[in-house]
């Protein structure tokens, strides 16, 4: 894991951001509702950590990570990112035409499904080339140069730049996309499920990979993902996400160590025990996930909560920072 040596060196923000999709029907698609898919989620992410972010399918995990890379435009909060030159904090949207250039090549994104990310008729050069270029990224042999010692740090070949998607392995599909984000000379990743489409095996080979490359190149990654056991592995610090809402977020020791939220409970007696013949409490939720559309009132976990009292059903909880730990963030009523 990264080593952080400055707990307030802060380089992205998130206040309250939210991204709803209109619900239309009708022949002059009338909005009829709306999908709250991120649903007021406010996070800090520090200069060289990995901020993972886990949850169900469905939870708005994605959409927060597409959001952050501004692939969705907000419907409310705010996305700050920290300067170059004046080390502020400026909101992406408020950003000038200029700034706003130069923030897309500092936040970069490794997609689930690494051949759908490529562009199946240009072959590698060309598909690292053209972003390069356009952020001017080096006169044609220096963007050369660079894309053969990407495919290299990534452990390929560069004469590898020269075939088609087609002609690599799934594994050697999502080294050339973690090696084209390198290619850009970014400050933030954004991952999302970068190693759930892959054999185990080749799993383990691509989180070492990225740990790898995260101290060399002084990287900062948010990483999303389903598995408890990968985002534990791979991250500093871990949000849990419900229904469009952060409901925790510890360091990775203190999150294993010390859950709170009885969803977060839930998910880690899921997580399969590496010891033969090891048993664990497992906690089945009961009922489904509510709809994003029509959220319950209160906690958005209480129709499924195991400890749920009335005022769970009435008040939404805060998240606040708990009685024994203050980096410990929750929203529960019972905590």
Known sequence: MAVI??????????KNVKKHFPITSGFFRKVTGYVRAVD??????KKGETLGIVGESGCGKTTLGKTILRLCSLTGGEIRLKAVDSGEMKGLQDLDKRESFEARRRIQM????PYASLNPMKNILSAFDE??????????????????????TVNLQPDYMYRFPHEFSGGQQQR???AKALAMNPE???????VSALDVSIQSQIMNLMRKLQ?????TYIFIAHDLSVVQYMSDRIAVMYLGKIVEVAEAVEFHNNCLHPYTMALLSAVPMPV?????????LKGDVPSPVNPPKGCKFHPRCYKCIDICKEKEPALKPSDTNPDHLVACHLR
């Not at 007021?40 to 992410?45: A, I, N, Q, S, W």
């Not at 101290?215 to 990287?219: E, H, R, S």
């Open 110 to 113: 490794v997609f689930q499904n």
């Open 276 to 284: 033969v013949g090891a048993k664990s409490e497992r906690i089945i």
């Open 215 to 219: 101290k060399g190149y002084n990287l």
């Open 176 to 178: 050339i996309s973690i």
């Open 131 to 152: 972003p390069m270029k356009i952020h001017s990224l080096g006169n044609k042999q220096e963007r050369k140069n660079k894309i053969a010692e990407m495919l290299e």
């Open 188 to 194: 933030v990743i954004v991952c999302d499920e970068p």
């Open 5 to 14: 040596t400055n707990k307030n060196n802060t380089l992205l923000e998130l």
């Open 40 to 45: 007021g989620v406010t996070l800090d992410v």
